[in-house]
Antibody, heavy 117, light 112 residues
Framework: EVQLVESGGGLVKPGGSLRVSCAAS????????MNWVRQGPGKGLEWVGR??????????DYAAPVKGRFTMSRDDSRNMLYLQMNSLKIEDTAVYYC????????WGKGTTVTVSS | QSVLTQPPSVSAAPGQKVTISCSGS??????????VSWYQHLPGTAPKLLIY???KRPSGIPDRFSGSKSGTSATLGITRLQTGDEADYYC???????????FGGGTKLTVL
């Protein structure tokens, strides 16, 4: 069964850092591009960024609001996707989802990140 | 303010049909290199892909759901509405100018 499971969310103070993870199973993780998408309270879905497969260069693209603060990485040997979030702001409070492939055909259930003093 | 514009809400009775529009520009929907996807999202659950590549349905998605694209707009159609279809629906595509994926603001479907 194809599955994505996010973890690592929590409460962090403004200016702090947090790393969330996404464990993939049921497919060849190394072959696919992966995305992070978030949904703030009362808001719609917002794309955070994507990371390409190593075959396609392994580079990442980011949405403007998080560029320079967030970093995506992947460990293909462990089938893991990561999102390192630094200099967190209150407006980063959201449920963070990982999603498979460019068209986002499979999603996890999300992990909640709360930025508050 | 989302790059893609959707109506905030739509409603219809069970058994009826509804359409949800998604309006963009020449750098996203209007760019023929970019394909539109549609997602269904119930709060607290994982979003589900309904339509990809403008009009294709993933395995397991009933043919009550359909997608189309024309110019800088796309449309999701849902026929034979069921109460279980009540959810938020989002369109999404790549924006060539922004070099970013963009979502519509979402449309809340109410099945009266």
């Amino acid at each position: 069964e194809v599955q994505l499971v996010e973890s690592g969310g929590g409460l962090v103070k403004p200016g702090g850092s947090l790393r969330v993870s996404c464990a993939a199973s049921g497919f060849t993780f190394s072959d696919v591009w992966m995305n992070w998408v978030r949904q703030g309270p009362g808001k719609g879905l917002e794309w955070v960024g994507r990371i390409k497969s190593k075959t396609d260069g392994g580079t990442a693209d980011y949405a403007a609001p998080v560029k320079g603060r967030f970093t995506m990485s992947r460990d293909d040997s462990r089938n893991m996707l990561y999102l390192q979030m630094n200099s967190l702001k209150i407006e980063d409070t959201a449920v963070y989802y990982c999603a498979r492939r460019g068209g986002m055909d499979v999603w996890g259930k999300g992990t909640t990140v709360t930025v508050s003093s | 303010q989302s790059v893609l514009t959707q109506p905030p809400s739509v409603s219809a009775a069970p058994g009826q049909k509804v359409t949800i529009s998604c309006s963009g520009s020449s750098s996203n929907i209007g760019d023929n290199k970019n394909y539109v996807s549609w997602y269904q999202h119930l709060p607290g659950t994982a979003p589900k892909l309904l339509i990809y590549d403008n009009n294709k349905r993933p395995s397991g998605i009933p043919d009550r759901f359909s997608g189309s694209k024309s110019g800088t707009s796309a449309t999701l159609g849902i026929t034979r509405l069921q109460t279980g279809d009540e959810a938020d629906y989002y369109c999404g595509t790549w924006d060539t100018s922004l070099s970013a994926w963009v979502f519509g603001g979402g449309t809340k479907l109410t099945v009266l």
